[in-house]
């Protein structure tokens, strides 16, 4: 195995704090974001709306939800990425994020973090509702303070209960449109938390070396990939049953459980591959995590869009 880079790895012509544009500034600052971060948890945002409204959602709330939820993840990633900086600058995942080569200063990080979740919480309290606000709000919190400041650094168990802030998302696209809770967005916020440890540690399995060195004790970077795998499996199953849930629960068609069934199968396909190959080996270049890692994003995707579309589905199933 290769050794895990202890500092940035800066190219030659990184734009320095005395060389940078106000287009590097700007695009630090985005950095500091993680915008694909956010595109995920907007694909388990915008179709909850459609499941919601049973229709299609009107535009202009869409588009409040859609901002006022970027710039809270946005908030909440910036802020990560200011508690993190220190672990950031011994994994090579992490070493190129702006804090870490100096194109932001950390007091600038944090007071973009914290501007952002103020104004998104405000946003979306006044365009949305004050539910969805507080919700958004409750993510944000949960992410910064319970995952990244207590979790991360003290149990293996961080990504189980810390990804739960990653489902908030779930459930406030279905309270802008309604404005109260049901039982279908807590299904869907169960479904996204089953389906984190699954995806997260097989990015962590091709990354342990990383965790292993900023000493954070991912499962994967403390446990052997046959006892990793064997977790993986366990909650693909139940993730594939949550999923089944909100057929009942949320009066479904036939279209979304016909999905769920399909997409889950094709999971735990993989699921047990990576649970084969994992067992007897921990030459990444035979378990090839990544594969699972990208087919849960496809999956992830996939199931919320059959969620959405079930209502404009199913009449042409009758």
Known sequence: MSAVAQTPDLRPDAPTPDTASFADVVRAYVALTKPRIIELLLLTTVPVMFLAAR???????????????TLSAGSANALNCVVDADIDTKMRRTSRRPLVRHQVSTRGALWFGLALGVISTVWLWVLVNPLSSMLSLAANVFYVVV?????????????????????????IGWTAVTNELAWAPVVLFLVVFFWTPPHF?????????????????????????????????????????????????????????????????????EAYDLR???????EL??????????????????????????????????
């Not at 995952?147 to 459930?171: E, S």
């Not at 089944?244 to 068609?253: C, D, E, R, Y």
Request: include cysteine; proline fraction near 6%; aromatic fraction near 12%.
């Open 276 to 282: 084969s190959r994992a067992r007897d080996t921990e």
């Open 147 to 171: 995952y990244t400041m207590l979790l991360k650094r003290r149990t293996t168990q961080n990504i189980v209960w810390g990804g739960a802030a990653g489902c908030f998302p779930a459930m």
């Open 285 to 318: 270049s035979v378990i090839k995590p990544m594969r699972l890692f990208h087919l849960s994003n496809a999956y992830l995707a996939l199931l919320f869009v059959a969620a959405a579309a079930d209502p404009f589905v199913e009449p042409f199933l009758r």
């Open 55 to 69: 229709a299609v959602p009107d535009a202009w709330l869409v588009v409040a939800t859609i901002v006022g939820g």
């Open 201 to 269: 540690w097989s990015l962590a399995m091709r990354y342990r070396e990383d965790y292993a060195a900023a000493d954070v004790p991912m499962l994967p970077s403390v446990a052997t990939s046959d006892e990793v795998s064997r977790q993986i499996v366990g909650y693909s199953w139940v993730m594939v049953a949550t999923s089944l849930v909100l057929w009942p629960v949320a009066s479904t068609g036939w279209f979304y459980p016909a999905a769920a069934i399909t997409l889950g199968i094709v999971f735990l396909v």
